[in-house]
């Protein structure tokens, strides 16, 4: 089967290029590397001729509300517009478990990029995950610097590699609209999955816990980035992925 990835040249993409050549498909790149670019929608359309399936594993650095919502919007629609011309048969986006309990700013580009999902013309798959592991590492400071700074947050982070494989999986199925919720196999606060990285790199540290104000932090602290209902759930460790 061809599948195209969207952002296939990022942490993620590059792990579901490698499911899908490891199971005998051929994977397309979408990429600005690639000569196609989301956002200003170019490219796409020819880059999907003959694609069954397209896996959307975009996503963009940033902490401002408006910045999340305008690229998350602007790639769905790109495409799934594209898609439909296509002739693409399914669309797989990845998406994060408790969007719509935790309201920050970047989330709420993710909540756009499901509206646009199900609105889009195209039979659809949404898989929300919890956390990666690498999740930790964005709150290591630059060497210099003596504090880390980390949300308090309880989640059950999971290896980007079962992520996926649970994204190639669904691709070449039937569209499901919601899949059932992936997670990792524990439970762990942020803080602690900080300290233990900043050990393992040989970093002296202080991790300072940072709550967040309001339903946000209280969704946060709560369990609400957790899955809510019984689904498939990774087999590698916190320890294991630092191992």
């Known amino acids: 089967m061809r599948v195209a990835v969207a952002g296939g040249t990022g942490l993620t993409g590059r792990q579901v290029v490698a499911a899908l050549t490891a199971a005998g498909h051929q994977a397309v790149v979408l990429a600005r590397s690639t000569g196609v670019d989301l956002v200003a929608g170019t490219g796409a359309q020819a880059a999907l001729a003959g694609c069954a399936a397209v896996i959307d594993v975009t996503d963009v650095r940033t902490l401002r509300r408006e910045v999340s919502v305008e690229f998350f919007g602007a790639v769905s629609r790109t495409l799934l517009a594209a898609g439909r ?82 994204l190639v999986r669904l691709a070449v199925g039937e569209p499901l609209g919601p899949a059932p919720e992936l997670a990792g196999p524990e439970r762990l606060w942020v803080p602690d999955m900080v300290r233990r990285l900043a050990r393992a790199r040989g970093r002296r540290c202080p991790v300072l816990p940072v709550p967040f104000p309001g339903a946000a932090g209280r969704a946060m602290t709560g369990g609400g980035l957790l899955p809510a209902a019984p689904g498939p759930r990774g087999v590698q460790t916190f320890a294991e992925w630092l191992a």
Not at 115 to 129: F, I, K, Q, Y
Request: proline share 7%; hydrophobic share 45%; charged share 25%.
């Open 85 to 166: 011309r296509a002739g693409v048969r399914h669309h797989v986006a990845l998406s994060i478990v408790g969007i719509d309990r935790a309201d920050l700013a970047y989330y709420a580009g993710k909540r756009r990029q499901e509206a646009e999902v199900r609105a889009g013309g195209v039979p659809w798959t949404v898989l929300r995950t919890t956390q990666f592991h690498e999740f930790a590492e964005r709150f290591l400071p630059p060497r210099g610097l003596p504090v880390a700074l980390a949300p308090r947050m309880l989640s059950q982070p999971v290896a980007v590699s079962e992520v996926a494989a649970e």
